[in-house]
């Protein structure tokens, strides 16, 4: 089982991200010890939504065409309606949360950002969760949605919004540390 201290894990996000969602998981991971890079579209920085309005700025590690499925051992989606609405448009995106989900390794996404699982085909006949208001968006695509904080089948973790935060970035260190899934079938 690897550890959390050796982990490497991908942030995908643009601009418009939910910015706890973003800021918690980078902030909690890099505690424990893992390597987290935030990928974007774009290089230079990626400014996030705090509740009602814009909120901070912040690096982008990554460009998305610079990196490859290989180079980590999970992928977070932070929420927002924004962020994840602007990321499933985009094919090279969609495609790395596919690839990501057929790796077998820890995917993680919260709030809104199941929609870019809707749309990369990954959701289908799998235990999830999501903000309230995309639960038809996610039943609609073969989802099975339940309303708990965190909920977690084969290292496909979904949590529902801010609040699930601490639970959500626990099941993210158990489920990287636990290793790939290799009974997940592939999208």
Known sequence: ??????????ILATDGFEQSELVQPLEKLRAAG????????KEGEIKGWDETDWGDSVPVDKV???VSVSDYDALVLPGGQINPDKLRAE????????????SKKTLAAICHAPWLLVEAGVIKGRDVT???SIKTDVENAGGRWHDEEVV????????RNPNDLPAFIAKII????????EKRQAA
């Open 1 to 10: 089982m690897p550890s959390i201290r050796e982990a490497k894990i991908a």
């Open 34 to 41: 893992a390597t987290v890079h935030v990928v974007s579209l």
């Open 64 to 66: 998305l065409s610079q």
């Open 91 to 102: 094919d090279a995106a969609v495609s790395f949360v596919r690839d990501f989900y057929n």
């Open 130 to 132: 999501s903000y309230k």
């Open 152 to 159: 977690t089948d084969q290292a496909l973790i979904t949590s």
């Open 174 to 181: 158990e489920e990287v540390e636990e290793g790939r899934h």
